[in-house]
């Protein structure tokens, strides 16, 4: 079956970094479009970025341009994002995604002092 496992989430100060990573199974990685997704607090679903296969286009929301950097490994199909640069309004618990198909359980991500 399809699975999407997301770990790399933890507390962090406010200008540090984080590295999301998510292995996916039970289907072709490497032929599809792979996003990350997050979920703030008591808020929707924001698009954070995404990547094209191959890995040679990627993607960012206005928010995170220049301070995330979304990857891809097809011989470990494995999705990377690499966050940072961190603030506070990143506080969000974080999906590796195909869109609308198939979604991780998410990895929480805190920007705190």
């Known amino acids: 079956q399809v699975q999407l496992v997301e770990s790399g989430g933890g507390l962090v100060q406010p200008g540090g970094s984080l590295r999301l990573s998510c292995t996916a199974s039970?289907?072709?990685?490497?032929?599809?479009?792979m996003s990350w997704v997050r979920q703030a607090p008591g808020k929707g679903l924001e698009w954070v970025s995404s990547?094209?296969?191959?890995?040679?286009?990627?993607y960012y929301a206005h928010s995170v341009k220049g301070r995330f950097t979304i990857s891809r490994d097809d011989a470990k199909n494995t999705l990377y994002l690499q966050m940072d640069s961190l603030k506070p309004e990143d506080t969000a618990l974080y999906y590796c995604?195909?869109?609308?198909?198939?979604w991780g359980q998410g990895t929480q991500v805190t920007v705190s002092s």
């Open positions: 995604a195909v869109p609308t198909i198939y």
């Open positions: 039970g289907f072709t990685f490497m032929t599809y479009y």
């Open positions: 990547i094209n296969p191959g890995g040679g286009s990627t």
